[in-house]
């Protein structure tokens, strides 16, 4: 299993990005799998941020971030999507996103290399 996670980048504060992160070796059509996307801002522990999961009907946020966050997924291009709007400062950070062929949230087996977001102010 492989991700590929993509779309960071540098946004003035009240911008939008959305991450993509590309799942090799889970077919997110029919494998039982959860997929979840990370933050570790700098000098912070990583902490989830969102998941979907096939042991759940609808996707899981962290109450602090529902709103402005959304996960997303297109089974036939086997990516799953974070979208962020109103970007804030406190956002920055580097961005995962991981997977796990159990159902549940939050996945930590396999994870991608990371991509940066950084927000201005």
């Known amino acids: 299993v492989q991700l590929q996670a993509s779309g960071g980048g540098l946004v003035h504060s009240g911008g939008s990005l959305r991450l993509s992160c590309v799942v090799s070796g889970v077919n997110l059509n029919s494998d039982y799998h959860a997929i979840g996307w990370f933050r570790r801002a700098p000098g912070k522990e990583r902490k989830g941020v969102a998941c979907i999961s096939s042991a759940r009907a609808n996707p899981f946020y962290v109450d602090s971030l529902k709103g402005r966050f959304a996960i997303s997924r297109d089974n036939a291009k086997n990516t799953v999507y974070l979208q962020i709007d109103n970007l804030e400062p406190e956002d920055t950070a580097l961005y995962y996103c991981?997977?796990?062929?159990?159902?549940?949230?939050?996945?930590?087996?396999?994870w991608g290399q990371g991509t940066q977001v950084t927000v201005s102010s």
């Open positions: 991981a997977a796990d062929l159990v159902g549940g949230c939050w996945p930590n087996k396999y």
